[in-house]
């Protein structure tokens, strides 16, 4: 910890005064004397109160509670606590040293505290991008009882943060998953279309049980009416597939579209991991970059957060034919692969179909991209100017160019979403649970 010595702004503006005294003093005499008076009192009171703020050697102790881990896009709590030592009470100002990612370079909170009192400072940040964030020293500045000296305290407090993609909302939609009420977080519940195969056990015949599934052998065994229970595929493989590339840089809400497609994969691996599914990770640019094998180990889990949390980009033009041959060599057994990416011309996905046809072939792929907002509030706005009705129809045609991508892609047998960064999640898991539903894996 150190300290500092500083003159408050009323002690400069007491002087200025002074000097004014004194130089009116030079057309009235008597004057002078009142403004040595008031130099005097205001060594004084400069004194006296720089005597209290320094009479104890650590008259404030400040330390920050941070965790190791933030959670990008969300609220992460900062918490700092400080203890006032002195005997009377103070007021203090106080700067905290953030991460240069946040470029807050006007943080600064005041507050007041009781004599020998511990105060809790509780403020929050929102991490707009993944990495290692570096939050450095705590400074003080503690102001005396007559509020002409400050002093200031600073303590070392050096703290590195990794941030993660958004395991706040894997928590949730983890909860709500365990405890089978996901439609708490606006996902459907679908219909069941005939039944599973995967036989779980045989039980006793209740009121609505289906009377084809009766078990005639285990029914004369117990004297009882016996049906046989099934239950949901499980060990299914899930791949997440994110696309890296230069499309997906477009900004919303603070969050590239990379991070948003990073969230939801993270959340819908933990539901699929939930389910008894295998998830897995592929990420790809210009080459492939990451491919994490789908399992269902107790350690699986870890391991997507790891490889999601180190996925960097130059958003590049990126090359769906190697990740088709990928693909075919290392993804043996069929399975529901998620791609998340993006279009903004019918152009842009024509170029790609090949590819995907290609992918579709051999698993259920299901091809996730993003609904402009810009364009969707340039429609829904009235046009009151001949610019604003070009606007207006221009963006009424790319609007409904995204929409014709969709029917281009079920007209190949590729089942996809078209939807808004921010309903991302939730539509991703609510198709994958419909297709499970429907055994379309």
Same mark, same amino acid.
């Given at each position: 910890?150190?300290?500092? =010595? ?20 030079? =057309?009235?005499p008597? %004057? ?19 005597? %209290?703020v ?12 941070? +965790? ?8 992460? @709590?900062?918490?700092?606590y400080?203890n006032?030592? #002195? ?22 909170? &005041?507050?007041?505290i009781?004599?020998?009192?511990? *105060? $809790? ?6 991490p707009?991008? &993944?990495?290692? *964030? ?5 400074n ?6 007559l509020?002409l ?10 703290? +590195? ?20 009420? %996901?439609?708490?977080?606006?996902? !459907? ?15 006793? #015949? ?54 948003h497609? /990073? ?14 599914? !295998? ?16 399992? @269902? ?12 949390y180190?996925? !960097?980009?130059? =958003? ?9 041959? /990928? ?10 692969l ?12 024509? &170029? ?12 259920? %792929? ?9 364009? !969707? ?14 606007? @207006? ?7 409904f ?6 029917k ?8 996809? $979403?078209? +939807? ?8 991703t /898991? ?12």
């Amino acid at each position: 910890m150190t300290k500092s =010595f500083y003159l408050n702004n009323l002690v400069y503006y007491i002087a200025g005064g002074a000097a004014v005294v004194f130089v009116a003093s030079y =057309f009235e005499p008597a %004057l002078y004397r009142i403004g040595g008076v008031i130099l005097l009192l205001l060594a004084i009171a400069v004194a006296v109160d720089a005597l %209290l703020v320094y009479s104890n050697k650590r008259g404030i102790d400040a330390k920050r509670e941070v +965790t190791d881990r933030f959670s990008i896009g969300d609220p992460n @709590k900062v918490k700092i606590y400080l203890n006032n030592a #002195y005997g009377f009470a103070i007021r203090a100002s106080i700067i905290d040293e953030l991460p240069v990612q946040f470029q807050e370079r006007k943080w600064i909170r &005041r507050v007041s505290i009781s004599r020998e009192e511990e *105060y $809790i400072l509780e403020y929050s940040l929102t991490p707009s991008s &993944r990495g290692e *964030y570096v939050f450095h020293d705590i400074n003080v500045y503690v102001h005396g009882p007559l509020q002409l000296v400050k002093r200031r305290y600073i303590f070392p407090a050096e703290k +590195t943060v990794k941030v993660y993609p958004s395991y706040v909302q894997m928590r949730r939609y983890q909860l709500l998953a365990v405890s089978n009420r %996901l439609q708490e977080a606006g996902v !459907k519940k679908i219909r069941k279309i005939g039944h599973s195969m995967e036989f779980e056990q045989i039980k006793e #015949y209740v009121r609505g049980d289906d009377y084809r599934t009766i078990n005639w052998k285990a029914t004369a065994r117990k004297d009882a009416l016996m049906v046989n229970n099934y239950t949901d595929e499980r060990s299914q493989q899930i791949y997440c597939l994110i696309n890296k590339g230069r499309v997906m840089k477009m900004p919303f809400h603070g969050l590239t579209l990379l991070d948003h497609a /990073v969230n939801a994969s993270l959340v819908l691996s933990n539901v699929a991991l939930v389910k008894q599914d !295998k998830a897995g990770i592929i990420t790809f640019e210009k080459n492939l970059d990451t491919f994490l094998t789908a399992d @269902k180990k107790s350690t699986q889990m870890n391991l997507i957060l790891e490889t999601l949390y180190r996925q !960097k980009t130059d =958003f590049l033009e990126s090359d769906f034919e190697k990740l088709f041959s /990928v693909i075919r060599n290392r993804v043996t057994n069929r399975s529901l692969l998620i791609l998340f990416t993006n279009f903004e011309s019918m152009e842009s996905l024509q &170029r790609e179909m090949a590819a995907l046809k290609k992918i579709a072939k051999y698993h259920l %792929l299901l091809v996730v991209f993003f609904e402009n907002t810009e364009l !969707k509030s340039l429609v829904e706005k009235s046009a009151s100017s001949l610019e604003e009705i070009y606007m @207006k129809t221009i963006a009424e045609k790319f609007a409904f160019e995204k929409r014709l991508m969709v029917k281009e892609l079920h007209k190949h047998g590729i089942p996809s $979403i078209l +939807t808004t960064p921010e309903n991302l999640t939730v539509n991703t /898991v609510n198709k994958y649970l419909e297709l499970k539903t429907r055994m379309s894996i």
